[in-house]
Nanobody, 124 residues
């Protein structure tokens, strides 16, 4: 069973940047689509970005376009989420997840393994 460990969250001022990392315990991680989701208090979990196994396909949510970049290093079993121009509305717990079934990469129900979550707080 794969374990996903996230890091890189924290407190940042509006306009600042953070890079989240998601490290997997299993080398088979490199064979799967990986997604980032976020959940703010009182809101449903929402899709942020995903990346195909080779890194060539990277769908991004509309709110993240031009600000967030997803990438991966399969040799390190790691997926990254670079977040720039952060705004207070980006405040949430961010989760990485390994895709397990279904064709929609933006549906959290299609992901079988999840990290523990990483708090990102953006102050105004």
């Amino acid at each position: 069973q794969v374990q996903l460990i996230e890091s890189g969250g924290g407190l940042v001022q509006a306009g600042g940047s953070l890079r989240l990392s998601c490290v997997a315990s299993e080398r088979t991680f490199s064979n799967y689509v990986v997604g980032w989701f976020r959940q703010a208090p009182g809101k449903e979990r929402e899709f942020v970005a995903a990346i195909g196994w080779s890194g060539g396909i990277t769908p991004v949510a509309d709110f993240a376009k031009g600000r967030f970049t997803i990438s991966r290093d399969n040799a390190k079993k790691t997926v990254y989420l670079q977040m720039d121009s952060l705004q207070p509305e980006d405040t949430a717990v961010y989760y990485c997840a390994q895709h397990s079934s279904g064709s929609e990469w933006d549906d959290p129900r299609n992901y079988g393994y999840w990290g523990q979550g990483n708090q990102v707080t953006v102050s105004s």
